[in-house]
C-alpha cells in the first residue's frame, strides 16, 4: 500500500496539512510508461534549446541545476496547487515537519488569486501571539514583494532560525494601508490534541494538526477524560482550523469512535490508488456517548476525512461551517537526487460516496461564529474552490494537559467568548438525556457506491 500524504505549508512550522500522511517513502503501482513518439521528442528537443539558449544569453549566468530546478517546480506547479517539486532541503523539512516541531512563525498560507493568503495562524504561536489573522494577504516579506513569488519561496523566506525576526506587510480586509508585522521566529513543537472539561460530565478534545503521534495522544486524552470521578456523558471534538497532516492518522482517529464500515476511500487513475479504508471495532476508544464535532472553513484534509465519516456513520452531529473542501491526496515519491515529487495523485471520499474536493463538508447545523467586533469579520473565508489551478469537485467515483482533574477545567473566558463551542456543550446536554433512544441510527451509512 502506497504511503499517501496531503500536504500543506504550515509555518513555523511547516506542516501538513493538507491537506497529509504517512512515512516519506512510496511503494504506489503505476501505469507503464508509453513510449516516446516523435511529437514527443519534438517537444524534448524544444526543451534543451530552450535551456541551451537562457544558459548562454540570459543576462544574468545560471547554472544549469538551477534552470532545471526551476522548470522542474514550474511544472509542478502548473498542475494544481498542492503538486510541487521538492529539493532535497526542501524534502528534508517535509519529513521533519510531520514530527511536530518546526522553526517560523506560525502561519497557515496558501495562494489566492495572485495573493499569499493566511488560512489561519496556528494557535499559541508567534504569529498567532503577533496578532496575524486569517484572511490577511502577504503582501511584502521583509520589504520584498510576493507577488511573484511561489509558495515554497515564501515558506524558505519566512522560516528561519529561532530568536531571528521577520517583518510581514499584511493586506487586511477593513484597514487602509499595509500592516507591518514583525514577528521573532522560534521552534515550536506543536501538541496536537488538547483536552479539558467543559462541565462535570462533558469533555472536549481539540485536534489541531494531524501528526505522527496525534491517535496515541487522542487515546491518553480520551482515557483521562473517561477515567474522571463523573461518567462522562457527551464529547465536543473540536477540528476548527485545522489545516489537516498525515492520511494514516486521519484513519486512526476516526477508528476510536467508530465500531464498522468505511472511514475513507481513494480513487485515482492507478489501481494501486483504489484503496478503502475501513473501522475495527479492536481499535476503538471512545465509549458510548454523543459527540458534537466543530468544523469551520479552517478545517482541512484529514479533518474532513475524520468530519465526513463521522457524519455519514451518524456517530457525530457536526456543528459550525462549512469545511474548506481539500479532498485530494499527495503521493510523495522519492527522487534519486535526494528530492521528492509531491503530487496529487487521487481523490478521496466519504463513506457513503461523497467527494470533498472544492466542496467541503457541510455542516448538519450550521452555526457561525460570533466574532467581536475587533476581531476580522470572516465574510472573507478562504475554500480549496477559491485557489487558482484546484481540482473541480468529482460528486460520485467512475496534547497539552497534565491528566490531573484540577487542571482539565476549560477556561470559563475563553468558553464565554465561543458561541459556536457553547452551542456545542447545550446539544449535548439535550441529547444525552434521549441517547440511548437514538442508537438505531447509528448503523454504518449505506457503502454499496464504493
Known sequence: MGHLKSWKFILPLLMLTAFLAGAMSSQITLPPARAASDADYEKMRLFTEVLAEVQSKYVEEKSLDDLIDEALKGMLNGLDPHSAYLTQAEFKELQDDTKGSFSGVGIEITPKDGALTVVSPIEGTPADLAGVKAGDQIMKIDGQLTKNMTLTEAIKAIRGERGTSVTLSLMREG???????????????????????????????????????????????????????????????????????????????????????????????????????????????????????????????????????????????????????KGSVQTILPLSDKGALKLTTARFYTPSGRSIQAEGIKPDMIVPLELPSEQLDPAGEIREKDIRGAMPSQSAKPSENSGSAGKLQYPLEKLALDNQLQRALDQLKVWSTYFDSYLPALAPASTDAL
Do not use: W
Open 175 to 325: 484597514e487602509s494601508q499595509l500592516l507591518d508585522i514583525a514577528i521573532v521566529r522560534d521552534v515550536i513543537p506543536i501538541h496536537s490534541v488538547r483536552f479539558n472539561l467543559l462541565e462535570e460530565g462533558y469533555g472536549y478534545v481539540r485536534i489541531i494538526s494531524f501528526q505522527e503521534n496525534t491517535t496515541r495522544d487522542l487515546i491518553k486524552a480520551l482515557e483521562t477524560l473517561q477515567d474522571q470521578p463523573a461518567p462522562l456523558k457527551g464529547l465536543v471534538l473540536d477540528l476548527r482550523n485545522d489545516p489537516g497532516g498525515l492520511l494514516q492518522e486521519a484513519v486512526r482517529v476516526a477508528d476510536q469512535f467508530l465500531n464498522e464500515g468505511i472511514i475513507v476511500s481513494t480513487v485515482g487513475r492507478s489501481p494501486g490508488q483504489k484503496m478503502v479504508f475501513r473501522a475495527s471495532s479492536t481499535q476503538t476508544a471512545a465509549g458510548n456517548y454523543p459527540i458534537v464535532c466543530l468544523v469551520n472553513n479552517g478545517s482541512a484534509s484529514a479533518s474532513e476525512i475524520v468530519a465526513g465519516a463521522l457524519q455519514d456513520h451518524k456517530r457525530a452531529i457536526i456543528m459550525g461551517t462549512t469545511t474548506f473542501g
